[in-house]
């Protein structure tokens, strides 16, 4: 089946994602992130970079674990899993790169990583469950609009990197993702048409899209929240990230 | 660290299961196999396949739960793991096919393939155990004698070709997995050079060798016992192979 | 250790229990629940009673597996993750009873129990996380505040019983549970205060605690935004519940 | 339905596992053990007793997850597994007990303890499978047998007992054992009764009765190869054992 034809159940897909992305990008933290000065300040990006390194360090295994499910006996779709798992299977390093060209030693993540904020644990949790209990084809809908996400998340990317005069190479997950990512979306495409066989397939590759979506969302006010402790001089799990903040004005 | 290598811990490793083969091809079975008319009977061949069938449809799950497994924290062994369970993915389709070539019509294979027999049972148990409780190491036991094993077989599976009368096609499972493997073979010790880092590693590396090359050989034995109860009329599981009888002489 | 004794990490999690306890029972839908005509309607009471029904359904199999995790070594607590398994296990039996005693048939409740919402979802995948990834310690935070919640929503249900005109035994769930949890409090205070070994540990049962009650009082939004489509006619796949709607007034 | 009333499938299942007991009871290893000086050897009896510490670490731990599994749906079935799980939970406590009244010092059993033997490893692997991926009935296979075989075993037990000198609470495993095991039978044959509802149940409860207890008897033979080595001063991963070698005679 080709995969820019289009499909009703697609269209759906695309619509209750799109108006998650909306109320995202029309928050006033989005706002607030582009126009004013918040933008500038590295610990915002460096705590949520640490909540990428975070879910990162698991997209590779629970990706792999819907191939490994003896639920799923579509071999396509079993290759595609392992396929995909390899090609996610590192991205925590990238953070992590990320996070030290930052200024932050983290000589030994286990140990000087702070735990992640709960809604990214939530969001690890989900794609656990979804991938061995669920449908198979359920975490499907998680990759179609993470591979995407670049279309709606460039501009502010953009934006922070010029804010946070940080060199291209130092954003170096979100610069090398937003690379093998059209073809990733193609990808999710073809299989999801192959792979949804009934009216239940495609809702729960909606439910799983709109869970994660939301929870992505959580975890930017999360963020938003320990950074304000930071800023504040609050108690935080974070506060390796002081050393951070930007110089005092006179 | 080159592939081609020595290394006294690889050399143990050879030394063990070149043990093991060594028992396995001076069994009177192996010998009856290749020197009587036994070999030309297609229903023992059948039952092996039926085991492959079995085995084959969990190595590449087994292969990428090593991936999964959070102990597993070398990137590079877990593209290993990712890309192996990538290439190993469907290949029970294979015996599937070269059961049907035979003449069996298995329409439906959850339904008409037989129980595996008890020691194929174990092998694909110990596969996962070793997988997600043993040192993300152990694995690679298997896959290291798996992946040379066409090397030891390939007089006994050209000899059965020729006495069954088999087109290379309908023997798609061996002819496919020789040529692979030899990449395949370099690939694992070149990882386990990499991976293991103690002699506790090696120590697990040589008893997952063992154990499954012993399995291996126990399915050996299992699918000549069961092969007997085919020929003398008793019951049995498997009884479907009796239409791949030969003919009686009179 | 005694039962009864004070600790201040035990002081700690009940201040941030009660901080979320609060948030819930002072939410106008609480005040709204008790005071108007809303608590008479037993398709609200429904949806909330399908959410236990799906959670239920997992309660004893993820307590059990904080017994299966080969990281708790603690032969006293892996009994306690048994027993209070074998406890919980069929509670999901007393919720479908409750909602057959409303009148829905439900004959084969895997083909008619609609899917759970998203936050009962989340509830039931954190559980899984919880028990296998986290510490051995984690999942306590979860049974510490549930069994002592019914102190907390006793006079909800207490309120909801008397407007809906329901039997006690209509509402087994809530009334066996309230009985035997008194005895369960302090045994989950008693384990708490033996495995707790490190800061560390009692973080962890903190931040299960929370969000665990938090996805709680998430589930509680949802169930009342999915009424609200009941009531005003919108698609929901809680249409089955609309046989029980109150006649509507001239 | 009555635990004592006698049922065709029972009596096959009984058949089946009196024959391998059979094998056991006549193998020559049994004879030399009660008849020659054999049984004294403290090694050979320590050595046994490390495997069973090695698989009573986990037996709790896979009855658990047969209530575990998603596919278990009776409740009354799902109690029998968590009550079981929690009767066998810390056993392997009573293993080390013993092995420490022989005068190993153990002090850090994971440090301290060798390895299993590769039967003993095979028969966890296994009832860890069983416990996941089999049906949900097929463990069962393990604990009928398992329940019964201090009948079997007795005879031996108090044979090496008197042999070797030890006092019954320094054999705590064994004499333990056999007081609550004949409850546990009758429990076993009723629950077996109320599951197994088709043929292919009870053909994979006796294919799980007869694999543990084969690799039962492979663990025996693995015990006496291993005894051997020590015996004979070869090289072993249980050479601590030596500090229990009989004084040589003049």
Known sequence: MSTTESHP???RLDEAIGAIWNQILTHPLAKELTQSGLGADRRLYALYIFQVYHYASHTARNQALVGVNLANVDTQYQKYCFEHALEET???LMALHDLR???LSL?????DVPRPLPATE????????VSTQGRPVSR??????AERSYDFIRPVITSLQSK???ASGSMSFFFAHSKVDEKHADDVRAILLRVCKSPEDWAAVRRTAE??????????????????????????EYALLQKLAPPTEP
């Open 122 to 129: 939530l969001l690890i949790a989900y794609l656990y469950f």
């Open 9 to 11: 159940e697609l269209d």
């Open 90 to 92: 590192g991205h925590e």
């Open 164 to 166: 946070m005069s940080l």
């Open 140 to 145: 499907l809908g998680y990759s179609y609009w």
């Open 211 to 236: 869970v994660t979506l939301q929870l992505t969302a959580q975890i930017l006010e999360q963020v938003y929240g320990e950074y304000k402790k930071l800023r504040d001089g609050h108690d935080t």
């Open 101 to 103: 060209a930052l200024g």
């Open 107 to 111: 000589e030994e993540p286990r140990r």
